[in-house]
């Protein structure tokens, strides 16, 4: 018998029985973050910011930091530790700036706080900054902790990928065709360089079918004139070999110099020769424009007087502010889109296996045009009555095996090297948007704006997580992008209910554990003494 025991002892000192009984699973790491953590062949070391003086959401936030590493812990190969800092100076030095938390104390007065949400992991020499808290315009403080708290799992995996990255996959931005140029891609570069090489250039005639394979993932930003046949065939055989596409293409075409020299545009058909490209594959951007209720304002000049202008901010309804999808991770937590003449997208081939998710789509006061059209700037009142659908996709994400569009073509001339035709791809993904605006940024005085970045309202939408995520999402073989996906309930106090209920809470949490202990003692002793009385 003891040498049972002995045995059940080791056994439960040796053998880590981990359960995680959370409904959302709070205390879980994905596979994914297993690996990454076995695959750590040098000590790992963290250093928390987030200390202080803190409120009871910050808190929240620091608990399950503390968590979700000393999970990270169990799970690590090697060394694993965890620091502690609260010396401004040092996450200052590291060029991190804090976030100023504005508190009302119980006698009414205010207080400012410096809060450093940010973690500081060190592998290899190598170092990375995780920004612990995310900032969602639109959503409330309580909001935006607990979206930071379903993302601290991602941002610590993706951190610690990077430093064990021996090698920088490479994008591509292909050019040729009137793509946004270097000046107006400017931000996305700077934020996709984190973790690509990335390279511009187009597909000369006469170019190698197999040019593209050493990229991960290509990007299609905004094309004005068509492709030809040879550099269709060298995408689509691209894709068949398992190649990752960001198609952010629009229906129509217009001239943005002459609406801004003549006040209209005419609007038109845009035909890139890839319709049949992407019909094939399961969508088909169509050749009409959204208008939206919910969109952006343009300074408008409405003055009488020439010489002395009135510039009033008015809707412009050709600007929608999309609306970001909850159920993928790409658009998870993620507030609204801004977007300029954006094209709705159909979803075609129901029954193909693909699976297609909306990403970005419009609000519930939306008009689609159709093509040939006339954009006027003087339309700045138009009749509400006609916005009558509702969430139209401007963004749809595709993960499948998809058919090629020359399966049963010859090889175009201009293609060197073709090789036998891929009819089927082996399984990957495809994003596409119905606009490039989305992919573009803005430039003042020199300077380019961030993506996302309107200069009139002074306002930062999401653009820029929305295309770093869906490059990630093209690229990720590893899973880690799901990670955004996880969700952790928010449960939230009725501070009213509280406060007004304040002192009753106190005395029944004061008195009933006193009041169940003498009860429960009160209980055994009668027991007892009915069990041994003497009879």
Known sequence: MLGVLAILNVVAYTCVVRWDMTDDKHYSLSN?????????????????????????????????TEETLEEMKVYSEGSFSIAQSEDPAAAEKLGLH??????????????????????????????????????????S???????????????????????????????????????????????????????????????????????????????????????????????????????????????????????????FTPVLALDLGITDMLYRYGVRVNPALVQDVQCLPIPVNVSEDPSQPNLQPLPWTYAPLLLTSQGSPITRNLGQVSSTFVSPIDAVGGEDGIEKRVLLATSTATRVIGTPAEVDLSDLNPDLSLFQYQYVPVGVSMEGVFPSVFAHRMVPEGVTNAGEILKESSRTRQVVIGSGSILGNESQQGQALPMGYDRYSGMQFSNRDVVVNAVLWLTDADGLISLRGKEVALRLLNDKRAHEKRMEIQIISTISPIVILALIGGAVVIIRRRKYQRV
């Open 32 to 64: 994914a973050t297993k690996e990454l953590l076995r695959k750590a062949d040098e000590p790992i070391e963290v250093t928390l910011f987030l200390q202080g003086d803190l409120n009871a959401g910050f808190r929240r936030l620091q608990k399950a």
């Open 98 to 139: 804090p976030i100023v938390v504005h508190e009302r104390e119980q006698d009414g007065k205010t207080a400012q706080v410096k809060v450093y949400p940010y973690a500081l992991l060190q592998y290899k020499g190598k170092k990375a900054i995780v920004a612990l808290l995310k900032n969602t315009r639109g959503l």
């Open 141 to 263: 403080g309580e909001e935006n902790l607990n979206a930071s708290i379903e993302n601290l799992e991602f941002a610590f995996a993706e951190a610690l990928q990077l430093l064990q990255q021996k090698e920088t996959p490479r994008v591509a931005l292909l050019e040729g065709h009137g793509e946004l140029d270097e000046e107006h891609t400017y931000d996305l570069m700077s934020a996709l360089s984190r973790y690509f090489q990335l390279d511009r250039g187009q597909i000369a005639e006469g170019a190698d079918a197999h040019i593209l394979d050493g990229y991960k993932a290509i990007i299609i930003a905004n094309p004005q004139t068509a492709f030809s046949d040879a550099e269709k065939f060298i995408i689509d055989q691209y894709i068949m070999r398992g190649g990752a596409v960001l198609w952010a293409v629009n229906g129509v075409q217009f001239s943005k110099q002459v609406l801004q020299q003549e006040g």
